[in-house]
C-alpha cells in the first residue's frame, strides 16, 4: 500500500492509446461537479512531473486554468481573486469597468492556450 496516492493528491494511467495521463482533482465546480485537470505525455515520467507541477501551484494558490478558458473567464477570475483582495476599492473598480467597457465585448470570447 506504501505505492498509493493520498486523497487529492490525484491519480496516474496509460490510455489504450498508449499515451500516459494524470487526474487532478482542483475542488468543486459552482453546481457541486468535481473540477478536474487532465495532464497528457508520451511517458508516465512527463505526467508525474506535470501534476507535481500543478499540484505545487495549487498549494501556493495560483490560478489553475482548464484547458478550455477564455479571456473573460480569466479576466474574472484574475479580478476577482487577485486585484480585489490585494488593492484599493477604487483601483479594483477601474480595473472592473476597463475590463467590462473594452476588452470582454471584443476579446472575451477569445480560448486562451
Not at 490510455?15 to 459552482?30: E, H, N, T
Amino acid at each position: 500500500m506504501a505505492n498509493r496516492r493520498g486523497s487529492g493528491e490525484g491519480s496516474i494511467y496509460q490510455r489504450k492509446d498508449g499515451r500516459w495521463c494524470a487526474q487532478v482533482s482542483l475542488g468543486y465546480k459552482p453546481g457541486g461537479k468535481p473540477h478536474l485537470k487532465l495532464l497528457y505525455g508520451k511517458t508516465r515520467n512527463e505526467v508525474s512531473e506535470a501534476m507535481k507541477r500543478t499540484l505545487r501551484d495549487q498549494q501556493l494558490g495560483l490560478a489553475i486554468t482548464s484547458d478550455r478558458q477564455t479571456l473573460a473567464q480569466f479576466l474574472s477570475d484574475w479580478l476577482e481573486n487577485t486585484v480585489k483582495p490585494k488593492n484599493k476599492q477604487l483601483t479594483y473598480r477601474s480595473y472592473e469597468w476597463i475590463i467590462r467597457i473594452h476588452l470582454i465585448p471584443g476579446l472575451g470570447k477569445l480560448q486562451l492556450v
